[in-house]
């Protein structure tokens, strides 16, 4: 009797202490996926970032338009907000999991302070149409960044977006006479029409090259002023809070430019820079938070920009 | 005395097992440690590549900045402009510029010919690892008409 009890105790040891270490050895490696999938959406993050560098400097060589489709290997979900005030954007990215929940870890914040990118807050896809222009205003500030999702239906557009989108071939834009043609997923873009997405321009002074040079995109019961194609673009791909955020780091930007611009016209001896450094300076002060208002004033320094000896 | 016989086997190995069950676990710690040392390994050479790929592309954004780079009439042309880099340089440590260096050491563009001048932009002292890229620094003169005087120069940018 006494034996068996020996016996029985042994096992029960065995038992107790066998289950300890395979509940540990469960937990570490519960622990470890986790933290080699933050990894690796934190190296997806960045190298995604890295993906998007040739778009930031593509004005560097002319005003045109660059698009390429980046394909994932599995699909991602991208959530980004724009912080104006610390001038950069912060950007999560998590990828399709094929082990246990549908969605891995979100990646470690990245914050990104060298690009402007226009797109929704909260993307997802395997598929990513990603565009960039020149934003000139009147010299060039940067290329601005479109990141699409989404389908778009542009319709009865102006023959200069659609040269301009149909020459860059985006896959997700498509182009049609009336918006019964348009896929239903898509979202409709008009001009001077309503539909998803209103384009209203207005630029009619004698200075204008076409009536869309400015205006306004309404979009999701809200209005966001526009002057250039780069901003009506990234009005129409992108939400209203990334559209006003972007456009103000935009705008920062074009005033510390505007400083140097003036400063270099006034080491230029023997050229007749007063007007410009005037122009400049208004540009540069500028209180106005209209976007409009500050394409007006930088039409007037593209026209003080002296003939024989331009400044920029 | 069978039952005190009884109890010290028993004791015995329960020992026994305690003593290989630390085993295993002495032995499971050391590959811990091991597996550890390679993971932390993995992390360092990923974050090196990162910062590789960053000073590179770096390289090419800030010889497209709008603030140095040299333009007339809209069109962009592939040099520095020596009076918009001067006039930056004080403004590459200011608040809205400095995150553009992305944590590099040193950014600095050196003159090599006809003469030698040295412009840092950023930075004061040189990392362990440097790219480079020749470009021209041209500036721009008017006596009647405007023209470019041009030198070659070689951008590095370092990081530790």
Redesign the interface.
């Known amino acids: 009797m006494?034996?068996r009890g020996?016996i029985e105790?042994?096992w029960i040891?065995?038992v107790i202490?066998g289950a300890a270490?395979l509940f540990l050895a469960i937990f570490?490696v519960g622990r470890l996926t986790g933290t080699?999938q933050y990894?690796s959406e934190t190296?997806l993050a960045?190298?995604f970032d890295?993906l998007l560098?040739p778009f930031?400097?593509i004005?560097?060589?002319?005003?045109v338009s660059l698009a390429k489709t980046i394909d994932m290997p599995q699909a991602i979900q991208i959530n980004q907000t724009c912080n104006a005030k610390e001038?950069?954007i912060t950007m999560f990215l998590r990828s399709e999991s094929s082990i246990g929940k549908k969605w891995g870890e979100w990646s470690a914040p990245n914050?990104i302070?060298?690009k402007y990118i226009f797109s929704g807050s909260f993307m997802e896809g395997k598929s990513f149409d990603v565009m960039s222009k020149s934003f000139?205003m009147?010299?060039?500030?940067?290329d601005t960044i479109y990141i699409l999702d989404k389908d778009y239906c542009f319709v009865n557009a102006p023959s200069s977006v659609k040269e301009e989108l149909e020459w860059i071939n985006l896959t997700k834009v498509q182009f049609v006479d009336s918006a019964s043609a348009c896929t239903t997923a898509s979202l409709k873009v008009c001009f001077d029409m309503s539909c998803d997405i209103k384009i209203s321009g207005q630029c009619v002074d004698a200075g204008c090259a076409d009536k869309y040079d400015y205006g306004t995109v309404q979009k999701s019961g809200k209005s966001m002023d526009y002057a250039t194609s780069s901003l009506m673009y990234a009005a129409i791909f992108s939400d209203s809070a990334a559209y006003n955020c972007e456009t103000s780091r935009l705008i920062?930007?074009l005033k510390?430019?505007a400083g140097?611009?003036k400063?270099?016209a006034s080491?230029?001896?023997?050229?007749p820079t007063t007007e410009l450094i005037s122009k400049l300076s208004d540009l540069e002060s500028s209180s106005s938070s209209s976007i409009i208002d500050i394409y007006k004033i930088s039409q007037e320094v593209n026209n003080a920009?002296p003939i024989?000896?331009?400044i920029? | 005395m069978q039952?005190k016989l009884?109890?010290k086997?028993?004791q015995v190995?329960?020992q026994e097992?305690a003593f290989v069950?630390v085993a295993?676990?002495i032995l499971g710690g050391i590959v811990?440690i091991f597996f550890s040392k390679f993971?932390l390994a993995n992390?360092q050479k990923?974050a090196e590549t990162?910062k590789q790929?960053?000073a590179i592309?770096l390289l090419?954004?800030i010889?497209?900045m709008?603030?140095i780079?040299c333009?007339?009439?809209?069109?962009?042309k592939f040099c520095i402009?020596q009076?918009?880099l001067e006039?930056?340089i004080p403004?590459a440590a200011s608040?809205?510029y400095i995150?553009?260096w992305?944590g590099m050491q040193k950014v600095s563009i050196s003159n090599i010919w006809p003469d030698e001048k040295e412009w840092t932009i950023y930075g004061k002292w040189q990392g362990n690892f440097t790219y480079s890229t020749f470009i021209n620094v041209c500036k721009?003169?008017?006596?009647e008409?405007?023209s470019w005087t041009c030198s070659l120069a070689l951008m590095e940018i370092s990081y530790s």
């Open positions: 006494e034996k020996v105790f042994n040891f065995a202490v270490i570490f080699t990894l190296e960045k190298n890295i560098n930031a400097s004005g560097g060589i002319g005003q001038n950069r914050q302070y060298n000139e009147p010299f060039r500030i940067d920062s930007r510390s430019i140097i611009l400063q270099k080491r230029l001896s023997g050229c920009n024989e000896c331009p920029f | 039952k009884a109890n086997k028993a190995k329960i097992m069950l295993i676990v811990f993971q992390v990923a990162v790929k960053e592309s090419e954004r010889s497209a709008p603030e780079k333009a007339e009439r809209g069109v962009e402009d009076d918009k006039i930056f403004m608040s809205a995150k553009q992305q721009q003169e008017f006596k008409a405007s």
